[in-house]
DNA sequence: GGATGCATGTAAAATGTTACATGATTTA
DNA sequence: TAAATCATGTAACATTTTACATGCATCC
């Protein structure tokens, strides 16, 4: 019975997990939602069941903190959750999918509206790109850092050579 | 009472009825399906249900077509329905979001693994992308085909460039 | 010691996927 | 005319969001 392969949002907490070495439902819910990708909110909603499926399929085990007075759950990756967590990091089929992009959603039906507001649209664009990589975050201590900004820098260039929209 | 603004795949869906000036339910599915982004499955269950949520907040018309023997709706966009998708559409800040990358995602935790795993993965990745950019879609009508290939390319470009990821 | 925010969840509602049902139309 | 496919949906299920509930800790 070859198992459900993981979900993206359940590669990323078990791997959010496994980065951490232990971390609470709570710790993986606040680092989704800091992450500077808007698309997963990282709430509770979503996050504590979501460990609590991945516990039911033996992902990872949960040790009830003694020392604190409140209720707390540590969670760990097991062996089988770093090896789900692996195949899905380095399943490269489906990394090379395309995903959903707001941008290029949006430009795909560009043609509907005339081209002096295409324009003013696209230097908004290119305005609120470039302060969002100018807002400086604090640790560029992970790949994940160095990822997003130069991610949103190659969409800008990208952008910027797209000059048939403009016409 | 001011109305909700229209989610992603609403907003495309009343774009693609634009497009075509009169579509049917069916017909905006196949295009979905078709899309070269997987992201949306275009299935008869999303968009459906989602037209006639469009319909009854007065977005498009319903018009049952006369001539063929089964049932059958013609769906317009409205003045509403004009006006909200192109709200939607130069919406340039939820334009210039991140939305959701399988590829970025993975990236961002790939210190999890190794440098040979690394690299092999990235491999895979740029022969799998190389391989799909090549395969070449038959007409090139409009903006979106272009825009989609475009993109992979520059995604492409951008990976070539990440080298502090393989060290 | 009351207000504010941190931490841990659950509940209701919305949205989307997969699977199914069913009638019409084409094709072999 | 039987089989396959097109077309139009609905139903059951899973996932995620938004809102809510509640207890602990801190700070004013």
Redo the contacts with the bound molecule.
């Keep these: 019975m070859t198992e459900k392969p993981l979900?993206d949002?359940e590669g990323a907490v078990l791997a959010e997990i496994a980065r951490r070495g232990v971390a609470?439902?709570?710790?993986v819910s606040r680092s989704f939602a800091a992450s500077p990708s808007e698309f997963?909110?990282g709430?509770?909603?979503?996050v504590?069941?979501?460990i609590?499926?991945l516990l039911a399929r033996g992902m990872v085990t949960a040790q009830a903190d003694a020392d604190?007075?409140?209720?707390?759950?540590d969670y760990r990756l097991t062996d089988a959750g770093k090896t789900a967590m692996e195949d899905w990091l380095l399943d490269a089929k489906r990394a090379s999918g395309m995903g959903f992009d707001p941008l290029r959603t949006r430009l795909a039906y560009m043609e509907l509206v005339d081209a002096a507001r295409r324009k003013s649209f696209l230097d908004d664009v290119r305005t609120i790109s470039a302060d969002f990589a100018k807002t400086s975050q604090p640790p560029p201590a992970r790949f994940g850092e160095q990822i997003h900004k130069s991610w949103l820098t190659a969409r800008s260039q990208w952008l910027a050579k797209l000059g048939f929209m403009e016409k």
Tied chains: 1, 2.
């Design positions: 979900t949002l609470t439902s709570y710790a997963w909110s709430s509770a909603g979503a504590y069941p979501l609590k499926r604190g007075k409140r209720a707390r759950l």
